[in-house]
Nanobody, 111 residues
């Protein structure tokens, strides 16, 4: 099973940016889709963005134009570049691949 470790979360002011990383320990994102989800307090976990093995990306409506999902060439690390952050983006962010989930990284956006 793939082990995923997220990093890059933190506290940022509204309008700021963060870049999340998800490292696949002992494996690579060789095939299949990878995705970022988030879960805010009291809310269900929601899909934020996904990236297919062919390079097709999907974004949920609220982050389109602000977030970018990508992976490095060795396919060992997944990224989520988040720009123009707002308080609604405050959540725990998780990456997932082939049924495995990371432990999450907290993103807090202050007004």
């Amino acid at each position: 099973q793939v082990q995923l470790v997220e990093s890059g979360g933190g506290l940022v002011q509204a309008g700021g940016s963060l870049r999340l990383s998800c490292a696949a320990s002992g494996s690579i994102f060789s095939s299949g889709s990878v995705a970022w989800f988030r879960q805010a307090p009291g809310k269900e976990r929601e899909l934020v963005a996904s990236l297919s093995s062919g390079g097709t990306s999907y974004y949920t409506g609220s982050v389109k134009g602000r977030f970018t999902i990508s992976r490095d060439k060795p396919k060992t690390t997944l990224f989520l570049q988040m720009n123009s952050l707002n308080t609604e983006d405050t959540a725990m962010y998780y990456c997932t691949y082939r049924g495995s989930w990371g432990q999450g990284t907290q993103v807090t956006v202050s007004s």
